[in-house]
Structures are given as structure tokens and as C-alpha cells.
């Protein structure tokens, strides 16, 4: 059992940048690590990923390609997603995730079996 914890987000300008924290409970290396996000009135959507096993595989939607950073630290069981240039489109709430995704499963909600609580991030035009 994995129980993952989601901080930093809050109210930022478009353009600027916030970083989400997801501590776990366990070691997370052996566990591809998720993050999703869910717009009101919005079916929920992955976001970026990091590979289980490695602290530089990661995997990003097109809509935050180039803009969000997925990174781990082990000794510390966290995993982070680090946002720039943010957009009003990008307000949402985000939520962590760990599961056992290979491929193109990283991006399945079905590809992972603890989720976080969820932190909200709202972006200003």
C-alpha cells in the first residue's frame, strides 16, 4: 500500500511557474510515477510521467510538453512536476498517482493503482 500526498499548488499568473510536490508513503523507484489533472466539468487527463526505474524517462501530454518537468528524488520518496509558463487553461486540480505503467500505459489512468488527494492549481489571465 502506497499512500501519496500532493502540495504546492495554488494561485499563480499566466506565465509563471509553481512546483507540485507528491510525497509517498514507501519507496517510489519501483513505481511509474503519474501525474494527472482534472479542469471543472472536465473528464480527468494525464499530464506527465516518470518510468519506474529511472529518474530521466519521462513522458509528457502535447499540451504541456516543453513547459512541465516530471523528476524524482528517491531518497526522499517525492516526486515533483515542475510548471512554467503557465496558462489559464492549465487550472485544474492535479493529482499524483503510482502505478506499474510501461509504453504508452503511462498515460492510462487504468496503469496505476494509488492516487493522491489532489492539489489545486489555478492560473490567472
Known amino acids: 500500500q502506497v499512500q501519496l500526498v500532493e502540495s504546492g499548488g495554488g494561485l499563480a499568473q499566466a506565465g509563471g511557474s509553481l512546483r507540485l510536490s507528491c510525497a509517498a508513503s514507501g519507496r517510489t523507484f519501483s513505481y511509474t510515477m503519474g501525474w494527472f489533472r482534472q479542469a471543472p466539468g472536465k473528464e480527468r487527463e494525464f499530464v506527465a510521467g516518470?518510468?519506474?526505474?529511472?529518474?530521466?524517462?519521462?513522458y509528457y501530454a502535447d499540451s504541456v510538453k516543453g513547459r512541465f518537468t516530471a523528476s524524482r528524488d528517491n531518497a526522499k520518496n517525492t516526486v515533483y512536476l515542475q510548471m512554467n509558463s503557465l496558462k489559464p487553461e492549465d487550472t485544474a486540480v492535479y493529482y499524483c498517482a503510482a502505478g506499474t505503467a510501461v509504453g504508452r500505459e503511462i498515460s492510462m489512468m487504468r496503469s496505476y493503482d494509488y492516487w493522491g488527494q489532489g492539489t489545486q492549481v489555478t492560473v490567472s489571465s
Open positions: 516518470i518510468f519506474k526505474w529511472s529518474e530521466t524517462n519521462t
